[in-house]
């Protein structure tokens, strides 16, 4: 709470307070490759992420994947007490993915950095609204905003380095007031200094009017909750009238709803009977429709087999009337092969008497 008399003094006393403020962050080295690339192996099923050595020749079965440094410029501007200061933060970072990031992410292997760039876009939003949280007490009027600018650097880094991405950030931050342009950050420390003072002393009675109107808006807001709660008696006081009617003419539905369904169940006896008879009738029909298709195949059956019983028989007596003409024939051949050779036979015994008379 002192610190500003403390300063004060000092600076009456004739302390330099432009000596710039010692920081121990260490500056951070990314060890960036620029000839970074990924070779994909994918043979069949098999496949395997590396990078590409330095005597690499490249197959069929081979992809190529730069690793590109990737600059990511980010820019933001913020408000601080109610439009009094206006802060600008550039965050310039670069960045190239490591062959652990790769491989985690081998689906977007094309598109490697715009995928860093949208993963964790909200994560540096998050860590940046963690680092200008502290600028709310005002501290850094005094001490200026190095060290902020620093520490959002390397804590940038570290976020990205933790998910195996090489990174490098720098951090600017200026800022101006809106009702002082000429004031600078550092130089006018203790004129700032008084200006916050006066600003805090403003604050407060702000506060206090605010606190009052609340006060009153909330005396505001209990006289009518019990006009509301009033109302709300009377609306419960309709809301059961009115329950006790529904329930009346609830009542007088269901014994019509109960009426109804014994006259829907008497009609559906009845008409289960009716559709009962006529299936009877319709089987009955049907029984003696095939009883008489029977019979009729019956009779075609006969018919039939008494047909084929007759061709049977007159193709057997075909046949062997056939057996005996040709019975015959061959016998009349024998005979006549018999008479022939019988003539043959005078005739050579004829010759013989001749010739010996």
Same mark, same amino acid.
């Given at each position: 709470?002192?610190?500003? &008399? ?6 009456? !006393? ?8 010692? &920081?121990?962050?260490?500056? %951070? ?7 970074? #690339? ?16 330095? $005597? ?15 600059? %990511? ?18 965050? &310039?970072?670069?960045?190239? =993915?490591?062959? =652990?990031?790769?491989?985690?992410? !081998?689906?977007?292997?094309? /598109? ?8 964790? $876009? ?11 949280? &502290?600028?709310?007490?005002?501290? %850094?009027?005094?001490?200026?905003? /190095? ?30 007031? *809106? ?28 506060? +206090? ?23 709300? #008696?009377? =609306? ?35 008409? *289960? ?11 009955? !029909? ?7 298709? #029977? +019979? ?19 193709? $057997? ?34 010759? $013989?008497?001749? !010739?010996?008379?």
């Amino acid at each position: 709470m002192n610190q500003p &008399n403390t300063e004060l003094e000092a600076w009456l !006393s004739g302390v330099d307070l432009f000596e710039p403020v010692s &920081n121990d962050l260490e500056d %951070w080295v990314a060890g960036f490759d620029a000839d970074r #690339q990924l070779v994909v192996f994918k043979l069949g099923p098999f496949k395997r992420l590396f990078l590409r050595p330095e $005597t690499f020749q490249k197959r069929f079965y081979h992809q190529l994947y730069p690793l590109a440094i990737q600059s %990511w410029p980010y820019r933001r501007q913020i408000q601080l007490f109610d439009d009094f200061c206006t802060l600008d933060i550039e965050l &310039n970072i670069r960045f190239q =993915a490591t062959l =652990a990031y790769a491989q985690k992410n !081998s689906e977007v292997l094309e /598109s490697l950095n715009q995928h860093i760039q949208q993963v964790y $876009t909200a994560v540096i939003e998050d860590r940046i609204n963690q680092e200008l949280s &502290n600028l709310a007490d005002g501290v %850094w009027v005094q001490n200026g905003l /190095s060290s902020h600018e620093k520490r959002l650097a390397v804590s940038v880094c570290e976020i990205l380095t933790l998910q195996h991405i090489q990174a490098e950030a720098l951090c600017h931050m200026s800022v101006s007031f *809106a009702e002082f342009p000429d004031v600078q950050l550092g130089k006018d420390s203790v004129y700032l200094h008084v200006l916050k003072k006066t600003f805090e002393t403003h604050q407060q009675k702000q506060a +206090e009017l605010e606190r009052q109107q609340v006060l009153a808006q909330q005396q505001t807001l209990i006289a009518k909750q019990a006009e509301l709660e009033h109302l709300k #008696q009377l =609306a419960e006081m309709q809301r059961q009238i009115q329950l006790q009617e529904a329930e009346a003419q609830l009542q007088l539905l269901e014994d019509k709803e109960r009426q109804i369904v014994r006259q829907r169940d008497v009609e559906r006896r009845i008409h *289960a009977e009716q559709i009962n008879h006529e299936q009877q009738l319709k089987e009955i !029909s049907l029984e003696i429709e095939l009883r008489s298709q #029977q +019979e009729l195949e019956s009779r075609q059956r006969l018919a039939e087999v008494q047909l084929t019983t007759d061709r049977l028989a007159h193709q $057997t007596f075909l046949t062997e009337k056939q057996t005996i003409a040709e019975i015959e024939r061959q016998a009349m051949i024998q005979r006549r092969r018999r008479e022939a050779n019988q003539m043959e036979a005078d005739d050579h015994e004829m010759r $013989t008497d001749e !010739s010996t008379f």
